[in-house]
């Protein structure tokens, strides 16, 4: 019975640890993570001949998330965007939700045709007429 005492005190000792070290960052005070913002729905609109837009809605992040850059790229009749954002490992911050919604110029002309629009993984086909 004496021996069972003195196993838990230990087993707590052991489990406090080991959570403390699961807590712990071991990033540096300016690391950033860069990575693509999460995409929930993509809209084409298609405007004066031969142009057109994507509204893009999706979540930046955290409060500690800021929106880094939003490049496009064009091959044929697929175009892609990538939308990053860019956040300190080792932050502290709030957990409100920062949304994205915005209309994006899709550079270059759209005469008639079947196109893929992709961003962030996220991938839709329109027809221009």
Do not use: H, W
């Amino acid at each position: 019975m004496g021996s069972s005492r003195r196993v838990v005190p230990i087993l707590c000792l052991v489990a406090g640890l080991v959570t403390t070290a699961a807590c712990t960052n071991p990033a540096g005070p300016d690391e950033v993570r860069i990575d693509p913002i999460q995409i929930d729905t993509v809209t084409v609109l298609l405007l004066a001949p031969a142009e057109a837009s994507a509204r893009v809605r999706g979540a930046i992040g955290d409060g500690c998330s800021t929106l880094k850059s939003v490049t496009q790229s064009r091959s044929g009749n697929a175009v892609t965007v990538t939308i990053l954002r860019e956040r300190r490992l080792n932050a502290v911050c709030t957990q409100q939700l920062l949304l994205y919604d915005e209309t994006i110029r899709l550079e270059g002309t759209y005469p008639a045709g079947r196109y893929t629009l992709n961003v962030n993984g996220v991938a839709i086909t329109f027809d221009t007429v």
